[in-house]
Structures are given as C-alpha cells and as structure tokens.
C-alpha cells in the first residue's frame, strides 16, 4: 500500500546516496560515512541493525560485482596513507599555518582574508578556521555543531515518540559529519555542505522547540484559564 510505497522511494534515495559515495572515492566521505552508521547503530534497536548490517552487505556484494577493483581503492585509500601524494599535499603547508596562527592566535587574522588562488589551501577547516577567526572562532565554529547535537540527542531522551527519537537521533548523526569532516577538508568554502549543515542546525533546535512545547501542552491544557472580557 502507501507505506511500501514510502518506503521504496527512501531506499531508493539511499541507493542513490549510497552509489555517489562509492563513486566518489572520497575519504572524507568514508569517515564521515563510519561516524554516522556508529551513532546510528548505538541508538538502533537489534532489529534495525540487523536490517542495515544484511542491506550494507547486499551493497557491497553488488558493487563488487559491477565495478571490480573499486572496493580495494577504498581500502587502498587507508592502508597507504604513508605513501598517499595528497596526504602529503595536505600536509606540506601546515608550516605556513602555524606561522599564521601564532601571529594571531586568539582571533585570527580576519575571516575570509585567507584565500585561493593568493594563498595556499589547507583542506583543513579547522586549520583554516585558526587562521582566519583563532581560537576563539575555531571553538564557536566547532560549538555550534556540538551544541546541536546534544539538542538533538536531549529531544530524543525527552520524547516518548519512537518516530522523534529516532529523528532526534538521526539529526545527531549527521550533525557529526560537519566536525569529523572538518578535520579532512575545508568544509566552508563549499557552500552546499554549509547551507546543509547550519539546516540541520536549526532542524535540532526546532526539534528541541517542538518537544518542549509538547510536553508543556497538558499541563497548560489542564491549568486554570482566565478570561478577560471588556
């Protein structure tokens, strides 16, 4: 009925997800990928993750089969970190970067002043951050993600709905992606990922709004009421 059709449309729209990671080749991807699944399977109940544990072989049996070889680049991708050129890349110019941070350590030297093709790209946000902002703005840029996690996390510890706290959940897992993959790529200068970012940024304090209001609800509902009449 309507709810097998709902759901198809989600699977396949985590089919798609699933193939553009894969296609990607992208390590930050993988990270930011591992974060998620662990939260998620933390707050899954055993039936959830055994239908995501048999739903992520599948993937990758079929994946093997369609594209040999790409499964051993992903692997390849963290085995062969020593000899990996853009590791090395993203690391020859962390000598720049701290010669900028120690010349303004506590609030940087001024946001959006360090940029290409003029200076070098760290592929490092929170490098990137205690360049331009310090430490002061590196900490309120980490902040706000970890602060709207715990929102997130504190709606589902609040609710008694099983769809919200698996909402509130959810919301968490993906807000972790936004501080792991910081560390691997300079998450601000691609506007996509920040305007998706700062999204579920406000979706955990609406929830958080939402949850609150509805516990507040009964004992309103149930309160005396005065009338004021003219």
């Not at 959830?48 to 594209?67: N, P, T």
């Not at 309120?140 to 996690?149: C, E, L, Q, R, Y």
């Not at 992606?177 to 990922?193: A, I, N, Q, R, Y």
Request: aromatic letters at 12%.
């Amino acid at each position: 009925g309507l709810r097998g059709e709902r759901q198809l449309r989600w699977w396949v729209c985590t089919l798609l997800i699933g193939c553009g990671l894969m296609f990607s080749v992208s390590r930050s991807g993988m990270l930011s990928l591992a974060v998620v699944a662990l939260v998620l399977f933390l707050g899954w109940p055993n039936r959830w993750r055994l239908r995501a544990l048999l739903v992520a072989a599948g993937f990758l049996v079929a994946i093997r089969i369609a594209v040999p070889g790409l499964l051993g680049t992903f692997v390849g991708l963290f085995t062969n970190l020593s000899n990996d050129e853009s590791i090395q890349f993203r690391t020859h110019d962390y000598a720049v970067a701290a010669q900028q941070i120690s010349r303004h350590f506590w609030l940087g030297r001024g946001l959006g002043t360090w940029y290409a093709p003029k200076y070098q790209i760290f592929d490092n946000q929170y490098i990137l951050s205690m360049v331009e902002t310090g430490i002061v703005g590196t900490v309120a840029f980490a902040g706000v993600f970890v602060v709207a996690s715990y929102a997130a996390l504190r709606s589902r510890f609040l609710s008694a709905d099983p769809v919200v706290r698996n909402l509130g959940l959810t919301i968490a897992a993906c807000l972790l992606v936004p501080l792991v993959g910081s560390f691997t790529f300079d998450l601000l200068s691609f506007h996509t990922v920040t305007g998706i970012s700062f999204l579920l940024t406000g979706a955990a304090g609406a929830l958080l709004r939402a949850v609150r209001a509805d516990q507040l609800a009964p004992s309103h509902a149930s309160g005396p009421t005065t009338e004021v009449t003219r």
